[in-house]
């Protein structure tokens, strides 16, 4: 059961977040709120997503998990308006989530959660290079090393308390650094780990929007990248593995 | 013979609502204005126009029928800026209608009339639901109902007052109610209909401009829409029919 | 050796100009500035572009060509921002141009100056015609040809003192004409040549731009475009063959 409204703009950011990298998900719901975990088709990238109920204008919940088409959700929020205040109605027993927004009424039947893979067990791996930045910094960096290849490396100078990221083309490269007061924060170690553009570009379309993503590297390690939704009662988290530097 | 002045936005809104459906029309033009009338490929849809002479600034017209490349036209009104004056010639017994707009002279030959399909006679339909409404408003829910289907359903709930849409997808529905204080006007009576968002996706992008739109509907009958330009001088009315409802 | 900083937009905009029509060039460097002159593949359009020293913030450079992908530089710009200063370094004896803009540094390997064609020598041609006018009004101008058609006519109407441009379709033709009101500055001349629209277009874009642009025409002559950046320390020039009039 799921009685809940939300800001449309709040639920569509989440859905956007768990659409960068799976079609369909496992919802669980209960009564501290709703909360994702899925990866990718390849293994390669991992979202998780948790909306606490202090992110819900109002928020009533049983114990459930919701087999939720994430790519139709996408298309039918993207004609919800900002300020929109969203209604979710999940009967008891019910398999038609409804959605309602301005005058619209809208129904989905849930998908079969069997037919959906397992939520994976984030792994406990500690990354230790720590930055803190602007999420369209990070946005930007992703845009300018995919013009000139399909990799960037993500890594930390430790001695110049520097975070910077490298794309190499055939003839040329790239290399943007941001110290210490570019950066809102820093916690520097060693660490530089390479990464599939076609990954990243994705995520940093959504990180984009975000004030602050914190990036944990580690030394040919994955990155993990987190932020947050609604003012904090949200959380993304992304798990991203890396790719084997070429000789 | 035609000698005419309007505002490039006013005619500019006509072309491109007759542009909705048909490639060709014949224009008729007389001492009190111009009008067509066409019918789409499929004698699905129909539209009319009607520019009566106020909507001109100056106008001097003897009567004619001219044949006009409505796609061609579009084009051409597409460079024209707003608040651009367009005057409109052709000359007694010409085939070539001179449009001039700021520092451009436009000169185009008319097709053959004989060459276009005759004007339909708009079919005498008393459609007994009546709904006035805001054109974005129309536009948005046909917007919704695209991205779940390819169909939908308008219709009046007599006993709530209330103006309706449907569509259906195959795990999924959307519906849109909007009642008497989110209309502008209704006159309610039996209806329900089903049309195919082809055609109204189409129309819908040129009456999302209208202040006013009247939805006229009945059971299993067409839709008419019908709306004005230039403050009331020039009316638009387009007719399509129903698609039957499928078990 | 170079070593500059310029507005990054200017310099943008003179890479933009260069690139409407060719893909490399060679880049002479001096005490006195940059420049380039490149024909495109088809020998029918030149560009030629000039950078003064005074069109740098700062600028120290001794003789040397460069040999750039135009094509590579292009997209590598697009990333910087308005108002960002672009630092150019080139160390005597390397092969690798470095760029910095912001916390970016990018690094291109040179091309092999042999491997690109060399600089034509402008042809001296007189062209008797000349009109000065807003690049915005020139750019419209070729945006409404090419709805219709695929050439444009160039001319001067000597006794009434106007500019005129004229393109013929299978069935219409647009004409616009520009008095000495409209324009910036007129030395009239008998001019009338035909020019193909595919060059036009791209050269027109970029001129769209500037606040004033000289075109140089005669009777069945090539075209001469002349405009300046940076406040008059950098020139650009484009030279278009005609084509033949068909009869």
Known sequence: MLKATIDAETFRESIDAVAALVTECRLHVDETGIRTCAVDTANVAMVSLELGKDAFETYEAAPEELGIDIAKMKSILGMMSKGDLLSLNLAEGSHKLELSFGSYQYSVTLLDVNTIRKDPSPPAIELPGKVDLQGSALSSAIKAADVISDKIALGIDEKTETFFMMAEGDT????????????????????????????????????????????????????????????????????????????
């Open 172 to 247: 040329d490269h790239i290399r943007l650094e941001l110290g210490r007061d570019q950066l809102i924060d820093i916690q520097p170690a060693e660490a530089r780990s390479l990464f599939s553009l076609d990954y990243l570009k994705d995520m940093g379309k959504v990180m984009a929007r975000a004030e602050k993503v914190r990036a944990e590297i580690g030394v040919d390690h994955p990155v993990r990248f987190l932020f947050d939704l609604a003012e904090g009662s949200g959380h993304i988290q992304y798990l991203l593995a890396p790719r084997i530097e070429a000789e």
